[in-house]
């Protein structure tokens, strides 16, 4: 199964893709840039298109998308609202699956403990993929990690499914 | 000219579309609904369609859509970030400009000030329009609002730039 993680953001958006199976393996991940001197509504549209062609080439089975509850204030809430819904649409559009993980559950699922740091992550998603280097940024990390919770997520899933 | 305004949210989405010239006349309003049944993504995906309808449909010139950035808490925050984005979107998606305005400033606008409640916001609507019923919601009325906020706001700034 092909996971695309996204880490919501109306300035950078992280995403990551992972395939699952016998073994997990990364496809790609970056960052989306949009200037913060646009417009909102120029760097909504950037996002949106960017994702849409993510979508497109990289074609994910499923979509899993970080959701930050607490710890954000109201300002920001309603910028990673607008962030999240552009990554929603994009995927409900190509009838892709979404999930939504908060940064604890992803932490959890990763590092093993719900408050590790970005730099514990990232070590972590490198050892997960079996990559001695990753040459991006926190935020495309952010990502790849959101993707291999929610392939944990579905692994447990099927094993309760099947009674293993 | 013709604007389109937008009162947020996910599960209500309110439109009303006024024309502005010598006078003001409605052109339509309404709802659009999204079960809170329905997993968001598929919210969504109903509300962006059903909105790029409406601006396919009424084709406005400008779009004005309420922001609310105080009294709401950061749970309710992220649900009108993604039904704002969703506005936002499918606006500028069809190059039309998109303007932003608290709710007191549609307030103020419409009834001459910024506490005025739902009740008074639609008579002073109904006066506007010239309209004896209006047999739409709330959701519809404030959307209303928003739109003529926005056509006023535009008379002032042409009579500001033409020095009158």
Known sequence: MRVLGIDPGTVLLGYGVVDGGASTTLVGCGVLKASPRLPVERRLCTLFDGVCEIIESFRPDEVAIE???AGV???SAFMVGRAQALAILAAARAGAPVSYYSPAEVKSHVSGYGRG??????AMVMLQLGLKELDESLDATDALAVALCHLQTRHVERRLASGR
Chains 1, 2 share one sequence.
Request: glycine share 0%; charged share 40%.
């Open 67 to 69: 959701e930050p509850f």
């Open 73 to 75: 204030n109201v300002r």
């Open 117 to 122: 740091d970005k730099a514990q992550v990232r």
